[in-house]
């Protein structure tokens, strides 16, 4: 089943002789509870992708479609209810509220929401995450990985359509790295999460499903395990 849907998607900056194509015409599709990776050189263009998926900029042209809904048909208010209800979104550097403990932070988006945070749901989240014995500690004293995990759990506890990560790992030493792509994987299996991750580690993209190449913008390689090259979607 098709969840994400992209079309001609294109994001410039600049004018003329100081045009940059950040992303060029990228078409691809991700069924329900697919692990993509996405990786390319500095500058290639993920980041900027993973950033229009999750509404969190605007493309100059093209379409996203997730669970059939045109995303950027929405006003700006519709937007931010989307990203808060159906996009789970982890950064490389946490982004966690320094004065609010890692449970609070995990709770979060759900309070801004309006709602009551399930409580038995926290406790699998949190209990998957190993941060039952530091929920109630500040994101100074965790660990980086601990950081991390805390981030993940607020991106996850929504319960969104999609999860977009990047570079999740790029701030964390080896261990902690296989540690938290193993949650990845754990969260893609327990709760079927449909997870794309930018990242420049090759050996963490192997681990994932499929693995999208860009570079200077464009979709270059396509594969899918089990596939041949150019599976999975891409439509280009």
């Known amino acids: 089943m098709e969840l994400l849907k992209v079309e001609a998607l294109c994001k410039v900056y600049g004018k003329g002789e100081n045009e940059v194509r950040a992303v060029d015409g990228v078409s691809f599709s991700v069924p329900k509870g697919q692990m993509v990776a996405i990786i390319g050189a500095s500058g290639s263009g993920k980041s900027t992708l993973l950033h229009l998926l999750g509404a969190v900029d605007q493309p100059t042209s093209g379409k ?53 945070p399930d409580k038995a749901q926290l406790e699998k989240i949190l209990d998957m995450l190993e941060l039952k014995e530091r929920r109630n500690h500040l994101p100074s004293q965790l660990s980086g990985g ?47 999460q449909t997870i794309l991750m930018v990242t420049h580690d090759e050996s963490l993209a192997e681990q994932c499903d499929r693995i999208i190449v860009l570079h200077d913008g464009k979709i270059i390689s396509d594969e899918t395990k089990g596939a041949s090259k150019g599976a999975g979607g891409n439509a280009l």
């Open 64 to 116: 996203v479609w997730l669970d059939g809904q045109d995303v950027f048909q929405h006003n700006k208010k519709e937007l931010a209810i989307f990203r808060r209800r159906q996009v789970g979104l982890i950064y490389q550097f946490y982004n966690l509220n320094p004065v609010l403990t890692a449970e609070e932070n995990i709770v979060l988006p759900v309070l801004m929401d309006g709602r009551k």
């Open 146 to 192: 601990q950081q991390q995990r805390a981030a993940i759990g607020r991106a996850i506890f929504t319960a969104p359509q999609i999860v977009l990560a990047d570079e999740p790992t790029g701030n964390l030493d080896s261990k902690n790295s296989a540690e938290i792509m193993e949650l990845f994987r754990q969260t893609n299996r327990e709760l079927k």
